[in-house]
């Protein structure tokens, strides 16, 4: 007989964190104070772990829960999305490439929805997971150069930003065909 899993189960409160981290970073890095940009960094690395650790601790100890599944892609997006936004509203990320993030984003969530009321999903990728990845390695560097004013993280964090652009439009592009197939099943 399986065993009934609470609601909330521990790595669904490391996903719930994350989504706090990210309201948190938000807060802290609009500040202009030294202090504050140092600690958004720490919180925006510390949200990041997290996204690495909850899913492999849920599938590790068989704690996957329907809230989980749901709630995890929101804390992913909350905590880059809103990093995307303020390093936009800051000048250091370009509008136009926030929003070719976001409309991936609305695209590939209509997609799931769809595929939702079908009661069919896709994986993640390979393309999405290495997005997510090089996102948040983008941010981690861009972040950073606010307050370290370093050339060379500069660099680092714009080569890794068009990295993180061609594999979102890449891998919303993948997630759509996908799903567009999957849908005319």
Do not use: C
Request: proline content about 3%.
């Amino acid at each position: 007989m399986k065993k009934k899993l609470p609601i909330i189960t521990g790595p669904t409160w490391l996903t719930i964190s994350r989504i706090v981290l990210a309201t948190i970073f938000t807060i802290l890095i609009m500040a202009p104070e030294t202090w504050s940009r140092i600690t958004a960094l720490i919180v925006f690395i510390i949200a990041a772990i997290t996204d690495r650790i909850d899913g492999n601790w849920a599938r590790k100890t068989k704690t996957v829960t329907p809230l989980g599944t749901l709630l995890d892609p929101i804390a992913d997006k909350m905590l880059v999305n809103l990093a995307f936004l303020t390093l936009v509203y800051l000048g250091v990320v370009p509008l136009w490439i926030f929003a070719i993030i976001l409309v991936r984003d609305f695209a590939v969530d209509g997609m799931r929805i769809m595929l939702a009321q079908k009661q069919d999903t896709i994986a993640a990728s390979f393309y999405g997971k290495a997005k997510t990845a090089t996102q948040m390695f983008a941010l981690i560097f861009l972040i950073a150069n606010m307050t370290l004013q370093q050339e060379s993280i500069a660099i680092i964090g714009n080569i890794l930003l068009y990295i993180a652009l061609i594999l979102t439009i890449f891998s919303g592009a993948d997630y759509i065909i996908k799903g567009y197939k999957k849908h005319l099943r």
